[in-house]
């Protein structure tokens, strides 16, 4: 697989950390406290402190038991005025909460509201920032919040981000649980499949199940026959699938195409990324889909050219 992200060393100490929250304290500091005169008529000591109460702050908002959810409104809106945009923006995505982003801790620490004002003051993720993001929905095993966020991997490659941003693509790819804890059903509603394919000769679909995230990826073989390929994103721990995906014919004269992604005999699912050796691992597993998409072959697609599949996958 595609070398995608550049991975957080959680074990790194922090030397830059803020104070804790327990040490500046909501009861000491308030809206009030981090509201001043504008930053360019400030020291640099000055600045410096206003840094450092705007960070503790944030970090009550997503760590404190006791925090008080109606006042972050306020305080994020005190500390905004108080700070340049930008730098304000940066520090809502520092990994400065026990190597992590704010973000991050608002995500683990089910706390909705908060990461929804966080979001009022970031115009756009940071490529680390957008990782840890990934990570704390993949630890939540939250794929509805993954979705609603857009952090497939596909948005960090150029053509296929203007493709679909340009056609204006709305894939739905919904997670369900099967009869067994180690089951699970994707279903996913792929639209504008044969164009977007034979425009870039790759497609991304990305979600959460099982405490991992799972890649499903569509690309054209130098013999132009389609195949996919199941994978897993990095942070992800291995796992041994069985796998089959079925794609919906869209008219009575055809049956549905059923595949199987054989994984080699012995072998773990894992992320390129993934280095423990006392397994024997493998970065993919896929299966051939022919090569209808590259010709004018509907079969498989419905009258606005979306593509419906399912994908099934048992643990073992």
């Not at 493709?163 to 709305?170: A, E, I, K, T, V």
């Not at 390929?229 to 069985?242: C, D, E, Q, V």
């Not at 072998?267 to 970065?283: G, M, P, Q």
Request: charge should be negative; proline fraction near 4%; hydrophobic fraction near 40%.
């Amino acid at each position: 697989m595609d070398t995608e992200f550049e991975l957080f060393d959680d074990d790194k100490s922090d030397d830059n950390a803020p104070p804790s929250y327990h040490a500046v304290s909501m009861s000491s500091i308030s809206a009030d406290s981090v509201q001043c005169e504008p930053s360019f008529a400030l020291s640099r000591a000055q600045t410096k402190q206003i840094r450092t109460t705007v960070q503790s702050l944030i970090r009550g908002m997503v760590i404190a038991p006791d925090f008080i959810l109606s006042s972050v409104g306020p305080t994020l809106d005190a500390c905004a005025t108080s700070l340049p945009a930008a730098e304000f923006s940066d520090i809502l995505q520092e990994s400065n909460i026990e190597g992590h982003t704010p973000l991050y801790w608002a995500i683990v620490n089910k706390r909705p509201e908060v990461l929804s004002a966080f979001h009022k003051f970031i115009t756009a993720y940071k490529n680390d920032t957008f990782i840890d993001v990934r990570l704390a929905c993949m630890v939540t095993n939250d794929h509805t919040l993954f979705t609603r966020l857009s952090l497939t991997s596909a948005r960090l490659y150029k053509m296929e981000k203007t493709l679909n941003l340009s056609l204006g693509c709305p894939d739905d790819i919904q997670v369900y649980e099967g009869d067994t804890e180690n089951q699970f059903t994707v279903k996913m509603h792929i639209t504008m499949f044969q164009t977007r394919i034979r425009a870039v000769q790759k497609l991304r679909m990305e979600f959460i199940a099982q405490g991992r995230i799972w890649g499903l990826l569509f690309r054209v073989g130098d013999d132009t026959r389609l195949e996919a390929s199941i994978y897993l994103s990095r942070h992800s721990l291995p796992a041994r699938p069985k796998a089959f995906l079925t794609v919906e014919a869209q008219n009575e004269q055809h049956q549905v195409l059923k595949k199987e992604f054989q994984l080699k005999e012995g072998c773990f699912l894992a992320a390129s990324e993934y280095t423990n050796f006392s397994i024997r691992t493998c970065t993919s597993a896929s299966a051939s889909l022919g090569s209808w998409p590259i010709f004018n072959d509907t079969t498989y697609m419905d009258s606005n050219g979306t593509l419906h599949a399912k994908l099934d996958v048992e643990l073992q």
